[in-house]
């Protein structure tokens, strides 16, 4: 019987933007259109020596991310995708995601090139429906262009459109975040994304944050659960933390993260999970450009062990933990977390599944320290095997 290729994701950054976000902390440089052919040219040279790799795979996603992708221009990204599709096993059904700023994603011809050359799946940086908010946080559209963005990709071809949204900005109501909301469900999306806030240093919104007024953690709080709630009534599903989708149209690409598939990266900055190795490249343009592919010696995740990440990342998503694949995978009792799960389930903050457990809206807001504590009680018991085994007892512990 012939064995079924592994599914392969792949990521392409993009690091060009028109403007940096007040916000980001996400490697891109602003203004930098000297650099986007030759950008280009290193980023095919980069796919065409790795596709021999992917060949016992099936790339099943492929995802352009920033920075601004379609700050690049069309030309350049069905250049880049045609080298993607010429030298990897893409299938026909492929998930080929290109994430975009409203204000470069309002030319009806540009973007039925791009649906032409495959992109079948559009995401969209909305962050808020009120133009205010989006000047404060350095945003440079409308939301009248998140509008016509929409428009122009529904007639170029595209019927799968994601949002992203983010709720805790300065100076930001309740009542703002409600309107963003109406607003962009009236909008009809596919799928979107709620982010909260995160003040990252170094950013200019992190050098002002003692001068700008936040909501409260609280009132953060308060925003998520309305989402939560909101979305679902309208048809969005919650599959993960932040994201919501309609029926079948969950992120596959970012699905692969949460469920520790393979992935591979390309571009400075990009993270990659493939062949059984993590491993990133540092942000470094001109370095990547020249050829000096130099891996990242700071991958954060790297010192985790595949259990404790198993039980990250599944606890971000609705399907939760599965009791029996943890136990036969990892070679370890799950029992431990069991008792904590039954503490959070009185507390609301958990629940039951068919296979094992999930966290509950108000569990994912303190998922971090759920998490921490769960994988506290995996470190004890592993702390107690290894015990056992150097004072000879060998019993299952």
Known sequence: MKKEKAPLGLYIHIPFCRQKCAYCDFYSLPS???????????????????????????????????????????????????????????????????????????????????????????????????????????????????????????????????????????????????????????????????????????TPLYERRLEETFPDDDAQADMYLYAVTALEQNGYGQYEISNFAKPGYESRHNLKYWRMQEYAGFGPGAHSDFGGVRYAYVRDLDGYIGGRLILSESESDATLTRDYEYVMLSLRTAEGIDRRYFETTYRQRFQPMEELFLQYERAGLACRTENGWRLTPRGFLVSNSIIVALEDALAQQKLRREQAVASGNYRVI
């Open 32 to 202: 930098r259109e000297d650099k986007m052919d030759a950008y280009t040219d290193a980023l095919i040279r980069h796919i065409r020596e790795v596709a021999p790799r992917t060949e016992s795979h099936r790339v099943d996603t492929v995802y352009f991310g920033g920075g601004t992708p379609s700050y690049l221009g069309a030309e350049r990204l069905r250049s880049i995708l045609r080298a993607v599709r010429k030298g990897c096993p893409v299938t026909r059904d492929a998930e080929i995601t290109l994430e975009a700023n409203p204000d470069s994603a309002c030319d009806i011809k540009a973007l039925r090139t791009l649906h032409r050359a495959g992109f079948n799946r559009l995401s969209l940086g909305v962050q808020s429906a009120d133009d205010g908010l989006l000047h404060a946080i350095g945003r440079i559209h409308t939301f009248a262009q998140v509008q016509q963005s929409v428009t122009a990709a529904r007639k170029a071809g595209f019927r799968n459109i994601s949002m992203d949204l983010i709720y805790g900005l300065p100076g930001q109501t309740m009542r703002q975040w409600e309107d963003t909301l109406s607003a962009v469900i009236a909008l009809a999306p596919e799928h979107i994304s709620c982010y909260g806030l995160k003040l990252e240093p170094g």
